[in-house]
Each structure stands twice: as structure tokens, then as C-alpha cells.
């Protein structure tokens, strides 16, 4: 299976990287300058400057874009349309590395994670671009997309376990009632997905056992 991972150099990216290789797939990382990542196959290229052609013939494109600051945070929607007006059409999957604040907390699905009182102020604009971002993939057809929600606690230093709990479009508890998974075990959760291809045009969510 042939997978390219955008934005490779970041913590997440590299993870999935890591993690489809040691799998045995042939992975590509596309990244904007010097490769960081364990890929040995490289496109440097921004983002935003990719074409159809740079991304024909893979199985699967990862989007593990992020963006942490004011101006970039918009980007995390752009990148996600970007993305999918390139592959429109075509049989190669999507994996987004999604947010948490979307996911819903009713069974009514009226309530979000970012909608709660005790919702940090400062993550309220990260939340909000994940959001616009899944739902301008839910209006999209076209795309064999999937949305992968990590816990509310995303740590990018925890261990791997390689096990964890596969949830829908509502937040999971864990066994000790946390909403945690580490950035390792999302990468295993995410190159499930990768492998297993079962969840086309849906968003799901993992948290840690």
C-alpha cells in the first residue's frame, strides 16, 4: 500500500510515518524543507502548492497539518479543501488528523466539547477550524475522506501502547473516565484506518484503553 503523509516533519506526521513504515508501507512524506521524518521517499513541496499530479498513484494522502498560531490556524480548514479539490474524483483516500472540539457530548449531537463552560478560551479558535473543517467534508461527495477525532487530552509525549478504543461522532470515556491517547497510539489508530479502509466518509475518535 502506497501512502504519502503531508506535513511529515510535524510531531503527528512523523508518528504516522514512523508507524505505516514499520508496518510495511511504502510511504512518501511531503514536507516544505529538510525531511525529519523516517521516510525515505521525499516531495518537498508546500502544502498549499501541491498539484493532482504530485499526489496520483498513492492509496492513501495523510493531511497531518497543523497550526497553532492566528494567522495559521485558518489554514487547517484551507488545507483540508485544498486537499480534497485535489484528489476529487479519484479512488485515493483522505485521513484527516482531526480535532476533538467538534466531537459531541448529547446523544441529541446538539452539544460539542468546545461548547462547554469549562472549554479553555485560548483553544476556542484551534476548535473552531477543526470544526469548519469537518464540515465542509461532510458537503463533499467527491472524496473518500475520513476524520480522525484523538481524545481531549492529545499528548504528544505520551507512550505507545498500541491499543485503544475506536469511538464515533460522540467523546469516549476510557476505563479510568479520561478523555486521553497519546500522539503514538493515535498514529497505530490512524494507519488502522489507513489499512482497514472502514470508515469512508465518516468521522470517528479514539482514546486510549
Known sequence: MKIAVICANGK?????????????????????G?????????????????????????DAVVDAFGAWTPDTIPQI????????????????????????????????HTLTVADGADFPDAFKPLAAAHDTALKALRSRNDVKWTYISP??????????????????EELVLNSKGESVISYADYAVAMVDEIVGGNNIQKRISVVSE
Open 12 to 32: 503527528a506526521g512523523q508518528l504516522i510515518t514512523k508507524e505505516a513504515l514499520n508496518r510495511g508501507l511504502d510511504v512518501t512524506a511531503v514536507v516544505r
Open 34 to 58: 529538510e525531511n525529519k521524518s523516517a521516510a525515505k521517499d521525499v516531495i518537498v513541496k508546500d502544502l498549499f502548492d501541491l498539484t493532482a499530479d504530485d499526489l496520483t498513484g498513492f
Open 77 to 108: 480548514s484551507e488545507a483540508a479543501e485544498k486537499l480534497c479539490d485535489i484528489l476529487s474524483g479519484s479512488d485515493t483516500r483522505l485521513l484527516i488528523v482531526g480535532g476533538a472540539g467538534s466531537l459531541y457530548v448529547n446523544p441529541e
Open 151 to 168: 481524545a481531549g487530552d492529545f499528548r504528544a509525549d505520551g507512550e505507545r501502547t498500541g491499543r485503544y478504543i475506536l469511538g464515533g
